[in-house]
């Protein structure tokens, strides 16, 4: 998923000007002229002049409309369900792990993340729960990190 | 003296080699591990390091980087899967060895001048620091303004790729470290009420959804390969390499320097050390057509330049308090928890933390021999885990390794846009290091930039007054100014060469 070079051009020309505009309402130090805006007014005029630089140089290869250049493996359904379910399991997990707890979360997150790729459940499923309980006992118990509590395993803790 | 031997009881405890050992073996771990930067390994010890005193807090990251670093070239040279990116430097090389049955040879040339890089680049650190401290004494905010952006701009221009999309990486870092309340003025910025983005972008989940996450995304696309690291065969690792001593000083020497002195530039590391060094080799090489086939000689250079660069980027960071790499930059993080604020200051306040942290240095690039010869002979154990088993369980550590920075399902969401954005860059042909460099240096960058204007009234001529500020922003221009340099030498050139051509 590629986008060419003037598409990206206009994108961060579009990026800078918005930075720029939203930085005029940032107020500066008391008593002074420079303030919360003028490092964000800064990043704004070079990415603006980026912008500027890449629409030159795709006008000058000779690219007049922006386009996006598609990879194999987004026209194919497979790929491009994988890649959404990482992003799916972690959004599960976050919704999911304040309420269940870490343990079962982690288990279930691990073992469909190994079925989407095709390891079989046999396998997956032990090998979720050993590092489940791994990393819950590492980071849980180790380093006291708060994970998430399961009200039914709390001899885990 | 007293101090030298006050800093050695400092790390010469069971403790601390404890650390150190199981630090190392960490490293190897996570290095060995195709997707696992260096980086990688040292976000992920952080948590651990705030449970302990600063040396041993030290020794774990040191030790786990250059070990990471090392480990990083088995999987590269058994699968052609580099475990980070300064090992993807010479992985066809090491790779071709392989597949001429030879991986002993990749792998001991590898770890060996791996170790005697990082050795010559823990000296160089300890005899230029503390001159260059007495030097950064007298820095002002001009001085640290040019500093930042030359770092700034070294990551730009070295990058892979093109600067243009180099520069746009970096914006996404500086952007990025805009977002909070810590500014000149103290207002929230781009934070839209929340109260968690009030705190800034937080350096940890932001990298792990950069590196890592995107990584997993990657390898959930093309459905990771379960292929099989060849066996390491019976030949002694360290058999040859007296040999390829003998054979490539001069490489050995020169990868040792050019990558200390790329490690000690602010904004550069390990990864584009090894990448220049590898093109330096093959450059000044009697053989240039046999890089790429199984030569050692490239190996050799970018070997001994990567574990340099380690110990390099260092220097300003203890000196300046300016991270040479992402690595660092993690690492003045955690000594800023631990009450170290590196700088000048730090060699005159508290000298013998300093020589600890030499000392650990040594310590882990000589452990490096033993510990790297049982990497290699376990590699591939750790190798035949399939990476459809071992994506899932490294989501799962990005996922508590994210949590674990601030106990906040925030830095998950954090770590989720991040690898997102990362998965974008990289299909892009957008280098990360820019973007990672730009979040850590941003508000060092609007810290003395702002002040500066303010000292100076606005005008830009004060920022070329002082002496070093000058030389800085000189030496800065310069190195915006040489891709188009290069490009103009180039075109004078081609004609001559064209003639050249066409006489013969």
């Not at chain 1, 982690?106 to 993340?113: I, Q």
């Not at chain 2, 650190?125 to 260059?132: E, V």
């Not at chain 2, 001994?304 to 300046?320: D, E, H, K, Q, R």
């Not at chain 2, 906040?408 to 990672?436: H, K, Q, R, T």
Request: some cysteine; aromatic content about 10%.
């Amino acid at each position: 998923m590629r986008v060419t070079d003037l598409t990206l051009g206009l994108l961060t020309l579009l990026g800078g000007i918005a930075i720029y505009i939203s930085a005029l309402g940032f107020k500066a130090i008391p008593g002074q002229a420079y303030g919360a805006g003028t490092m964000p007014r800064a990043i704004a005029l070079v990415t603006v002049l980026t912008g500027i630089f890449l629409i030159f140089k795709a006008a000058l290869a000779g690219e007049r409309v922006p386009g996006l250049v598609l990879a194999d493996w987004t026209r194919q359904r497979g790929p491009m369900a994988r890649a959404a379910s990482v992003l799916v399991l972690i959004v599960v997990y976050i919704m999911i792990s304040p309420i269940v707890g870490f343990l079962p979360t982690a288990f279930v997150v691990m073992v469909l993340a190994m079925l989407v790729l095709r390891v079989r459940l046999l396998i997956a499923a032990p090998v979720a729960l050993v590092a489940a309980i791994a990393i819950q006992q590492s980071f849980g118990k180790l380093l006291l990190v708060p994970l998430p509590r399961s009200s039914f395993l709390t001899f885990l803790w | 003296m007293s101090m030298i031997l006050e800093a050695a009881g400092l790390v010469f405890q069971p403790y601390v080699l404890l650390v150190i050992f199981a630090s190392a073996a960490f490293g190897m771990f996570v290095g060995a591990i195709p997707g696992l930067t260096a980086t990688m390994a040292t976000a992920l010890l952080v948590p651990v390091t705030f449970f302990m005193e600063p040396v041993p807090a030290i020794a774990a990251i040191v030790t786990a980087t250059a070990m990471a670093i090392f480990a990083g070239d088995i999987p590269g040279t058994l699968l052609r899967m580099p475990g980070t990116p300064a090992s993807a430097a010479y992985v066809q090389d090491a790779y071709a060895l392989t597949r001429k049955g030879r991986p002993e040879t990749a792998l001991g040339a590898s770890l060996v001048f791996s170790s005697l890089g990082g050795i010559f680049g823990t000296l160089v650190l300890i005899t230029a620091s503390p001159i260059l401290a007495e030097v950064a004494l007298k820095f002002s905010s001009f001085e640290y303004f040019w500093l930042v952006v030359l770092g700034l701009s070294c990551a730009v221009f070295i990058s892979p790729g093109s600067p243009a999309r180099g520069l746009i990486s970096l914006f996404i870092g500086l952007f990025a470290a805009t977002i909070g309340l810590e500014n000149p003025a103290g207002e929230p910025r781009y934070t839209f009420g929340n109260v968690e983005l009030m705190g800034g972008v937080q350096f940890i989940p932001a990298m792990i959804g950069l590196f890592a996450v995107s990584e997993v995304i990657r390898a959930f696309i093309h459905r990771g390969t379960d292929e099989k690291p060849p066996p390491t065969g019976k030949r002694g690792i360290f058999r040859e390499q007296a040999r390829n001593l003998t054979r490539y000083p001069v490489q050995a020497l020169r990868g040792s320097v050019l990558g200390t002195a790329i490690g000690a530039l602010p904004g550069a590391g390990a990864d584009i050390a090894a990448w220049i060094s590898y093109a330096v080799s093959k450059k000044f090489s009697k053989t240039p057509e046999k890089f790429g086939s199984g030569h050692v000689e490239g190996l050799v250079e970018s070997g001994s330049s990567n574990n340099g660069a380690m110990s390099g980027a260092w220097i300003p960071a203890l000196v300046f308090g300016i991270p040479g790499d992402s690595i660092t930059a993690i690492v003045i993080g955690v000594l800023y928890i631990k009450g170290i604020n590196p700088g000048p200051m730090v060699f005159i306040t508290q000298p013998q933390m300093i020589y600890a942290v030499f000392i650990v240095f040594l310590v882990a690039n000589l452990m490096m021999l033993p510990l790297g010869w049982l990497a290699i002979k376990g590699a591939r154990q750790v190798l035949s885990i399939p990476q459809r088993v071992l994506m899932p369980l490294i989501l799962m550590f990005c996922m508590v390794g994210s949590f674990a920075i601030n106990n906040s399902v925030f830095g998950i969401w954090l770590m989720f846009v991040f690898g997102i954005i990362g998965f974008l860059m990289e299909e892009n042909d957008i280098p990360i290091a820019p973007a990672i460099l730009g979040l850590v240096l941003g508000p060092m960058l609007e810290q003395n930039f702002v002040t500066s204007m303010i000292k100076s009234d606005g005008s830009f001529i004060a920022f070329f007054e002082r002496p070093i500020a000058a030389g800085l922003g000189l030496f800065t221009i310069a190195v915006w100014c040489l891709p188009l340099i290069l490009v103009l030498v180039r075109r004078k050139a081609q004609p001559s060469g064209t003639q050249s051509t066409q006489g013969n």
